[in-house]
């Protein structure tokens, strides 16, 4: 579980629906917990966030808690004095989180050693998502989500955006998609090779490419734009995987059904479906969370702008 932990959305319905969907359909005490935390110094302290961990995470689940201070702005800079040589331009609270991935990956490999016996499965997931539906049983997993495969939402569709907020890897193959593919980030790239490995260079493709690519920002100090995250997790797979990444590749969709991602750009998405939920047709969880931020964390009705401490009185 790595990100932002927002108060009333993490606290009171993203870590409940994990425990109700997710932890208890596949077993319970077999379901080990691995937390990387980024705290707001401006809105919550480190001591106030490991306290609500602890009180909301099972002590029979939770194996480590890590809190690193989060950071805001973009990570926008060449990587050389050349205009064409430049590094992904992600978030740095997007950067850090696959940063995260690969630390807490070193803590589940120091678990394995630990308990003598290595895990099937291995999930990405953040903090500020929650789950409508109980998951199917360890061994539904085990078919659609086999050994040597990984399943995102969407991303059978292997030239679509591998989307990076939620992953499920077999453990043949969590090593390379939470610690190697960090390492996609640290190193300088041309622009065009991620643009050919796409497919971006056929005319077919060119439209819908285009803004994945190169995805323009405003701190952007070159003529190229930054390079978003969900096409480098597609250009590390390419290369990972080759001609076998149709075989490799499943969506996760069929297993987790819709939920809900509540980040910084979308109050209530749903990747699945790839779609905003609607607020007039929204009920239960989803119209909980519509409301929430409709009355506390708006700015402008632009994006979720929460002030709140972590601890309302």
Same mark, same amino acid.
């Given at each position: 579980?790595?990100?932002?932990?927002?108060?009333?959305?993490?606290?009171?319905?993203?870590?409940?629906?994990?425990?109700?969907?997710?932890v208890r359909p596949l077993g319970g005490p077999n379901v080990d917990i691995f937390i990387h935390a980024e705290a707001m110094s401006t809105l919550v302290s480190k001591e106030e966030l490991r306290s609500m961990i602890e009180r909301t995470v099972p002590a029979e689940n939770l194996r480590a808690i890590v809190i690193r201070q989060a950071q805001a702005g973009a990570l926008a800079i060449p990587a050389a004095a050349q205009d064409w040589v430049v590094k992904p331009g992600v978030f740095n609270a997007a950067l850090l989180q696959f940063y995260g991935n690969r630390e807490l990956f070193g803590l589940v490999t120091g678990e394995e050693r630990r308990i003598g016996s290595r895990y099937s499965h291995v999930f990405r997931m953040r903090p500020d998502s929650v789950w409508l539906q109980d998951w199917p049983s360890w061994d539904r997993l085990q078919t659609l989500v086999p050994p040597g495969s990984i399943a995102g939402p969407g991303w059978q569709d292997v030239w679509g955006?591998?989307?990076? @907020?939620?992953?499920?890897? %077999?453990?043949?193959?969590?090593?390379?998609v939470f610690f190697t593919m960090a390492s996609v980030f640290d190193l300088p790239i041309h622009p065009d090779e991620v643009y050919a490995v796409l497919g971006c260079d056929s005319e077919?493709?060119?439209?819908?490419?285009?803004?994945?690519?190169?995805?323009?920002?405003?701190?952007?100090?070159?003529?190229?734009? @930054?390079?978003?995250?969900? %096409?480098?997790?597609?250009?590390?797979?390419?290369?990972?995987?080759?001609?076998?990444?149709?075989?490799t590749l499943r969506d996760s969709c069929e297993y987790t059904g819709s939920w809900v991602h509540s980040g910084a750009h979308q109050r209530a998405y749903d990747y699945c479906k790839r779609s905003a939920f609607v607020a007039s047709d929204a009920t239960g969880v989803v119209k909980s969370i519509l409301d929430y931020y409709d009355s506390h964390c708006m700015d402008g009705g632009k994006r979720p702008q929460c002030t709140e401490k972590l601890f309302p009185v």
């Open positions: 579980l790595v990100g932002q932990f927002k108060a009333w959305l993490t606290a009171e319905m993203a870590i409940p629906s994990i425990l109700k969907h997710i955006p591998q989307f990076d @907020t939620f992953w499920v890897a %077999s453990r043949e193959m969590a090593w390379n077919k493709r060119k439209p819908s490419c285009r803004d994945l690519v190169f995805r323009s920002h405003p701190e952007a100090p070159w003529k190229w734009g @930054t390079i978003c995250g969900e %096409s480098m997790i597609s250009y590390f797979l390419h290369g990972l995987l080759g001609k076998e990444i149709e075989n």
